[in-house]
């Protein structure tokens, strides 16, 4: 997401610039992938953590359902988490430019850039989110 580093997000149209290159950015990671430990499984999901796709190979014959099932969901979750931690990559780099742009700010006018500190830091989450994105269940 480095299409342009240096847009002037303190304007509107730099946000709408910036958030363009972020859903592109979201939008090229595509589909993610996750393989069993004993290769058996593979599941494809989006960003969202949607499946995509699933390949079984012929072992998975000797399975019975409940174990298979397990197996499945077990690799779907880690796609999902695999495509969460791609998305967040692309976040952590607009949380980068905000620090740097709120750093320029601070060397031109200290006060206002404590001020939009504030306001950003008020609409951050005060914890990390889980790595496992289906810990809400």
Do not use: H, K
């Not at 599941?43 to 079984?56: H, K, P, R, T």
């Not at 174990?67 to 779907?76: G, M, P, V």
């Not at 967040?88 to 404590?114: C, F, G, N, W």
């Not at 005060?126 to 496992?132: A, E, G, L």
């Amino acid at each position: 997401m480095s299409e342009d580093r240096y847009i002037d997000i303190t304007s509107v149209d730099g946000q709408a610039a910036l958030l363009a290159q972020t859903q592109q950015a979201i939008s090229d990671i595509g589909a993610t992938s996750a393989t069993s430990s004993d290769d058996s499984v593979c599941v494809w999901v989006d960003v969202n953590g949607a499946v995509l796709n699933i390949e079984l190979e012929d072992t998975t014959r000797r399975l019975d359902a409940d174990e298979l099932a397990r197996l499945i969901t077990a690799t779907a979750q880690e796609a999902a988490r695999n495509a969460a931690q791609r998305v967040a990559r692309v976040l952590l780099e607009v949380d980068q430019r905000r620090s740097e742009m709120l750093q320029e700010i601070s060397e031109l006018d200290p006060e206002i850039a404590d001020i939009l500190r504030t306001i950003a830091n008020r609409n951050r989450p005060d914890t990390t989110p889980p790595t496992n994105p289906f810990s809400f269940l």
